[in-house]
């Protein structure tokens, strides 16, 4: 350990566990993004709350600024130190500490991987319900932090509407223990839903108490073929009114091109210009007839054109991948990220506004709509032409988002749906939050992290 600085760490807290090794650096420096070459100062893995506070209350008096790590699959920046940070990763804080089943929470360390979450609700006949495709590799605590959406925010809600309670180390290494689990707490501001969706700007999770709901009855998966967006919000209204909806998710087809380039099997013979990948109750043969019926009406309407339904674990399986792969699929095409929300009713003239504007300036790109549109969030990736130098396409790229901070404003709608601020969103942070909003912002952080050493330059 070559740096003062960190002779001091390991001094001050023997058991750590800190690393210099250059691959450590790149790996742990960088999330899903790729646009900002990692530099931290070193990666640091506590493996208890007493070493994520001795690191903190450490970074204040060195001066040095920390970057709370979990599965860094965010699309924001949020987890990427290019500045000389300490990355301070949760891996090793990744256990379930406890079951109450007559409160009906699951306690766990914030390194845990979602996926671990879902097992450990089932195993105990349970069910945590926020869920999404990076379930694998992203972590509780990641989750918190940006207040994570997902693919059943429909029916379920975001993280916020699932944490119980929370341990914080605040930027003033201070533990907090926020509302313990308690159903009601009317006593004064709720400190633990300013840090969920904070982004890392205020503190660090090191724990949180997590409620689980009752598993739903067995379900069914419909990928529907659709030939307009006017008819697809037709089709959404149908299916809310007739059917319990777990999930109503829509593509394009050039969404569907790239995921089937990428190795998924195609649904229909024919390409359509949209699908819809809905889940939905079907406990028994009621449920399913309803199913059907809703379907038949709408194809009798014109505002389907073909579909498919599960019967089985696999076929629903296969019918989500063509919506799950899709980030995946696009990934080597180097695409810019956007992640916007309308109203849902305002969706289909923000899209047609928006592709005028597209097809106006930027004809040569291919852009990728899909997303959670029963939730009015939309994923606009752009790929980056193969010929294209990489710095003249972020800049396109950059006025392509103006373009959308100016029509989602005419429509009441939000620069980021669910994907956080993080460094890619932080210029248009205004379009969105007022000058008041983001000066009490502000005044917050400076009460939290009076030194600015909590993820500085995200979101803020
Ligand atoms: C999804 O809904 C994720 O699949 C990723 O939020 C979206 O890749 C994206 O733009
Ligand atoms: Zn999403």
Redesign the pocket.
Known sequence: MTDPRLSELAHLLPELKISTDPGDLEHHGRDWTRRWTPEPLAIAWPSSIEEVQGVVRWANAQGVAVVPSGGRTG?SGGAVAANGELVLSLDRMNRVLGFDPIDRTLTVQPGIALEAVHNAARERGLLYPVD??ARGSCQIGGNIATNAG??RVIRYGNTRQWIAGLKVVTGTGDVLDLNRGLVKNASGYDLRHLVIGSEGTLGIVVEATLSLTSPPPPSQVMLLAVPAMDALMKVFAEARHRLRLEAFEFFTDRALHHVLAHGAQRPFDETHPFYVVTEFDAADERAEADALAFFEFCLGEGWVVDGAISSSEGQAAALWRLR?G??ES?APHK?Y?N?VSVRISAVPAFMAEMQDLLSAEYPHFDVVW???IGDGNL?I?VLKPADLDNAVFVGQCEHVTSMLVETLARHGGSISA??GIGLVKKPWLGSVRSEVEIALMRGIKAVWDPNGIMNPGKLL
């Open positions: 699309l999404f495709a997902g693919i799950e899709i980030t696009l695409p990220k992640d899909f997303g959670h994923h990736n669910e994907h």
